[in-house]
């Protein structure tokens, strides 16, 4: 069973920096994309990064390039969100979620989400 | 970038009733298309990819149809356990995206 757990909720001043993981078990890591979806209190999914299965290709959003940067290390099953000069609309629950590949594809598998919150 | 719009926005109907959803993107995504339903507090889950094909597990009473810039989903007898919110999402480029969803209540 394929299984996704992220963490590193918390909350965080404007400006400042926060880092997301997530743990996959229950398949061959290196085989999928992974990305990270996010969703504001009371709002839509929206789609913030994917990674290519070898780590070679990466895209953002534009609401977060520069700012965010997604990493994925296949001997440990982990993705990584970096979250830097956050801002208030980032506040959000995050989601890491699986697909076969960056386009072309589906996001089959999804973690319980992890909530990012940034007040001062 | 592709826009994705859903149509209704929200909708109110009857355990048993046959449910249509529409998804309209911008620019044609030939059928790069998936669904997806999220009930309140939990994370979506993947019903119909590539327009029509069903998710293993998901029941067949969802559908899924169309191609190029025009999809529907239809529900086709609504259960208690279908009240939810359905989004589209186009996986033909980057960035990816999502409809603004169809919350589905009950009558």
């Known amino acids: 069973e394929v299984q996704l757990l992220e963490s590193g909720a918390g909350l965080v001043q404007p400006g400042g920096s926060l880092r997301l993981s997530c743990a996959a078990t229950g398949l061959i890591f290196s085989n999928y994309a992974m990305s990270w979806v996010r969703q504001a209190p009371g709002k839509g999914l929206e789609w913030v990064s994917s990674i290519s299965g070898n780590g070679g290709s990466t895209y953002y959003a534009d609401s977060v390039k520069g700012r965010f940067t997604i990493s994925r290390d296949n001997f440990k099953n982990t993705l990584s969100l970096q979250l830097n000069s956050l801002r208030a609309v980032d506040t959000a629950i995050y989601y890491c979620a699986i697909g076969d590949t960056v386009t072309a594809s589906s996001f089959a598998y999804w973690g319980q989400g992890t909530l990012v919150t940034v007040s001062s | ?107």
């Not at chain 2, 939810?84 to 409809?99: D, E, I, K, N």
């Open chain 2, 1 to 107: 970038d592709i826009q994705m719009t859903q149509s209704p926005s929200s909708l109110s109907a009857s355990v048993g009733d046959r449910v249509t959803i529409t998804c309209r993107a911008s620019q044609t995504i030939s059928s790069y298309l998936n669904w997806y339903q999220q009930k309140s507090g939990k994370a979506p889950k993947l019903l119909i990819h590539a327009a029509s094909s069903l998710q293993s597990g998901v029941p067949s009473r969802f559908s899924g149809s169309g191609s190029g810039t025009d999809f529907t989903l239809t529900i086709s007898s609504l259960q208690p356990e279908d009240f939810a919110t359905y989004y589209c999402q186009q996986s033909y480029t980057t960035p990816l995206t999502f409809g603004p969803g169809t919350k589905v209540d009950i009558k």
